[in-house]
Nanobody, 125 residues
């Protein structure tokens, strides 16, 4: 099973930027997608973005479209989430996850097999 480790979270002012990293070990061609999710206190975990391993397609939630960019460095087995124009409502714990079944979109959390431990992102002045 793949192991995922997130990093890059922190405190940033509204309008600022952060880049999250998701380092994967044990990754195989069985995995079809890498997704980023977030969970704010008292709220359900929601999908933010997804990267399709097979064809490189990317998907975004409407709430982050145009502000967040997902990318992958194959040599480093790392997936990034560049977050720009951050808003206070982006505050949450961010998780990356890997799926053997997801294709064509972000999909619900239960379709992902492996999860990282999460990294806190706080957007506040």
């Amino acid at each position: 099973q793949v192991q995922l480790v997130e990093s890059g979270g922190g405190l940033v002012q509204p309008g600022g930027s952060l880049r999250l990293s998701c380092a994967a070990s044990g990754f195989t061609t069985d995995y079809y997608a890498i997704g980023w999710f977030r969970q704010a206190p008292g709220k359900e975990r929601e999908g933010v973005s997804c990267f399709s391993v097979s064809d490189g397609d990317t998907y975004y939630a409407d709430s982050v479209k145009g502000r967040f960019t997902i990318s992958r460095d194959n040599a480093k087995n790392t997936v990034y989430l560049q977050m720009d124009s951050l808003k206070p409502e982006d505050t949450a714990v961010y998780y990356c996850a890997a799926s053997r079944t997801v294709v064509g979109g972000i999909a619900p959390p239960y379709e992902y097999d492996s999860w990282g431990q999460g990294t806190q992102v706080t957007v506040s002045s």
